[in-house]
């Protein structure tokens, strides 16, 4: 039997951030017991579990993971280049506006917001 693991940070970060990873020399198990019981810990949380181990990395994700709006904005007005920081939300239907060429788009209703620049 294997070390006795409180596996409950690994599922709160799948959880929040729906993925993680680390050298799989950093695992405090073997990467088969370890990679068993996180899946099992998942499974009661009512989650999935995807695991890939790799060069030495050792990944999880929750494949049903879906990125929350505010970080999903964050992550495009970061890396914008042609258009100023995205509108709080679309001002017909409250959705989160997508970039285009000259324009914010919302994919909800079709609306689109142009640009300032």
């Not at 099992?40 to 990944?59: D, E, P, Y």
């Not at 919302?106 to 620049?117: F, H, I, S, Y």
Request: hydrophobic share 40%; aromatic share 8%; glycine share 6%.
């Amino acid at each position: 039997m294997g070390v006795e693991l409180n596996y409950s940070w690994y599922v709160a970060r799948l959880r929040e951030e729906g993925s993680f990873h680390t050298a799989t020399e950093n695992l405090p198990v073997d990467v088969a017991e370890f990679r068993r019981e996180l899946r099992r810990a998942m499974k009661v949380a009512g989650l999935r579990l995807q695991t890939s181990n790799r060069s030495g990395l050792f990944i999880a994700w929750d494949p049903d993971y879906e990125v929350p709006a505010e970080k999903l904005r964050a992550v495009m007005e970061a890396t914008s280049l042609s258009a100023g920081p995205l509108p709080p939300s679309c001002p017909n239907c409250g959705g989160l506006c997508l970039a285009e060429r000259k324009a914010w788009r919302c994919p909800n209703c079709g609306m689109a917001v142009l640009a300032t620049r």
